[in-house]
């Protein structure tokens, strides 16, 4: 049964991309940030028959159906063309960016080569240190001063028509689900897929609300008002989320402690469905290469090292001339290890099957996913793993009031 734009945001399903405000006239959908701290559409009435059909056709929470085209497909990684590790040749770009500052190195190069006119991609909100702005850059510099892991809301799309009206060629960095939903954009839109030169993408665990950001401000016992600049990583790997006080004062927290006891436990609800946290649809996703100790991830401060999966040959090809131009330095990485380093993006493409099977059997909207090999995954993930993941969206969705 086809969904509206409300049960998918009441259901849970809206990840806050902002497709469905660029597809629709100016002004029908505007994205705000709901109680919960989450960016969400809020249109300025009900949604016409037409407007709910181009709604769906563009929404990646609702529907995400991947077509391979013959591409090498892994279950678990989805369509590759080749696996590496890597990092920028440029030591300031390596040191500002979140890992090894690949993707930043990527965006660089394009701009340097006159690939694209600009680059489209998520900063801090010069207005508001909790907040994120999309924005547009043509240099270097600009590039750099977006370089980092926002964890934070960010609607990546809101704004797509605009730049698509100006006509010209650029590449978008945006989260996993940004870009399925900007792939089906490109469905039904052909300025996409002829001015959106590169999508590139990184792993992604989900997204946590505005108030994650204030508990970890809180732990550090600052006062939101005093905080004139926030960032979450960088300047080094994975580097220390770093508040900025009106006094000219640094407060720090580790990465261990702000991602993993504060920020990983407001996640939205839809990342905890998600199949899609390793960028499926990007022609370049990078992640964390964390190096790895006693069998897990360990967050030791070092020179930051990227993962770099290509899906695409574009986004082959582009790798390749950014390195022969000696702006990246890679290593091949044995498809078999990425599960070693990110093992929870690993597991939640194990189990959501399991998760949505719960949502189905309690009557709530579920998200439609074709062609991900879920099923398969879920086979191999035992059985007391798929029900741990069914029981605990059960028990979860039970509780919520609401899950949006
Ligand atoms: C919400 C979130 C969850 C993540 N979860 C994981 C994970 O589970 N495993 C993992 O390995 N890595 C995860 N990362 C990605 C990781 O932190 C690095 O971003 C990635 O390794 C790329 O590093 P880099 O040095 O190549 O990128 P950089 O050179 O630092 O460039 C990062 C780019 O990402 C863009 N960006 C930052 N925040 C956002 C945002 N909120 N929305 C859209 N674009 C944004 C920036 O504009 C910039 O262009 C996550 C990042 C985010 C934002």
């Known amino acids: 049964m086809a969904m509206t734009l409300e049960t998918i945001v009441k259901g849970g399903l809206c990840h806050g991309c902002g497709a469905c405000a660029s597809?629709?006239?100016?002004?029908?959908?505007?994205?705000?940030?709901?109680?919960?701290?989450?960016?969400?559409?809020?249109?300025?009435?009900?949604?016409?028959e037409n407007e709910e059909h181009i709604v769906q056709e563009v929404c990646s929470g609702a529907e995400l159906t991947h077509r391979t085209y013959g591409r090498s497909y892994h279950p678990l990684w989805g369509p590759l063309v080749r696996t590496r590790t890597g990092f920028a040749n440029d030591s300031e770009v390596r040191f500002s960016g979140s890992s090894g500052g690949v993707l930043s190195a990527l965006l660089i190069y394009l701009l340097d080569h006159k690939l694209v006119d600009f680059v489209l991609h998520v900063a801090a909100d010069s207005r508001d240190p909790f907040g994120n702005a999309v924005r547009p850059s043509r240099s270097r510099q600009e590039?750099?001063?977006?370089?980092?892991?926002?964890?934070?809301?960010?609607?990546?799309?809101?704004?797509?028509?605009?730049y698509?009206?100006?006509?010209?060629?650029?590449?978008?960095?945006?989260?996993?689900?940004?870009?399925?939903?900007?792939?089906?954009?490109?469905?039904?839109?052909?300025?996409?897929l002829r001015q959106v030169r590169y999508m590139f993408s990184f792993m992604c665990a989900g997204v946590p609300s505005r108030n994650?950001?204030?508990?970890?401000?809180?732990?550090?016992g600052a006062r939101a008002d005093d905080v004139?600049?926030?960032?979450?990583?960088?300047?080094?790997?994975?580097?220390?989320?770093?508040?900025?006080?009106?006094?000219?004062?640094?407060?720090?927290?580790?990465?261990?402690?702000?991602?993993?006891?504060?920020?990983?436990?407001?996640?939205?609800?839809?990342?905890?469905?998600?199949?899609?946290?390793?960028?499926?649809?990007?022609d370049i996703v990078?992640?964390?290469?964390?190096?790895?100790?006693?069998?897990?991830?360990?967050?030791?401060?070092?020179?930051?090292?990227?993962?770099?999966?290509t899906r695409t040959r574009e986004g082959e090809a582009l790798l390749q001339a950014a390195v022969d131009a000696c702006a990246i330095t890679v290593t091949g990485f044995d498809v078999a290890e990425i599960e070693k380093?990110?093992?929870?993006?690993?597991?939640?493409?194990?189990?959501?099957?399991?998760?949505?099977?719960?949502?189905?059997?309690?009557?709530?909207?579920?998200?439609?996913?074709?062609?991900?090999?879920?099923?398969?995954?879920?086979?191999?993930?035992?059985?007391?793993?798929?029900l741990q993941g069914f029981l605990g969206t059960m028990r979860r969705v039970l509780r919520a009031q609401a899950v949006g």
């Open 23 to 48: 597809s629709l006239q100016p002004g029908r959908i505007t994205m705000k940030l709901n109680d919960s701290g989450f960016l969400r559409p809020m249109p300025s009435g009900p949604l016409t």
């Open 143 to 162: 590039v750099l001063e977006a370089a980092g892991s926002r964890y934070a809301p960010s609607t990546t799309l809101a704004d797509m028509e605009q």
């Open 164 to 192: 698509l009206a100006s006509g010209a060629t650029f590449a978008v960095v945006g989260k996993p689900c940004d870009i399925a939903s900007l792939r089906r954009m490109g469905q039904r839109d052909s300025r996409v």
């Open 212 to 220: 994650g950001t204030l508990a970890v401000i809180d732990e550090l």
């Open 228 to 282: 004139i600049a926030f960032a979450y990583r960088g300047q080094g790997w994975p580097g220390s989320a770093r508040a900025t006080l009106r006094d000219g004062s640094e407060r720090r927290m580790s990465y261990r402690n702000s991602w993993g006891r504060i920020l990983s436990r407001h996640l939205q609800f839809r990342c905890k469905i998600c199949p899609d946290g390793t960028a499926e649809f990007a």
């Open 286 to 309: 990078c992640g964390d290469a964390w190096y790895g100790k006693d069998g897990y991830p360990d967050f030791e401060e070092r020179d930051g090292r990227s993962l770099i999966l």
């Open 341 to 386: 380093i990110q093992p929870y993006q690993a597991h939640r493409k194990q189990v959501v099957l399991a998760r949505v099977l719960a949502l189905r059997l309690l009557g709530r909207p579920s998200p439609r996913y074709l062609g991900l090999e879920l099923l398969k995954l879920s086979r191999s993930a035992g059985v007391r793993a798929l």
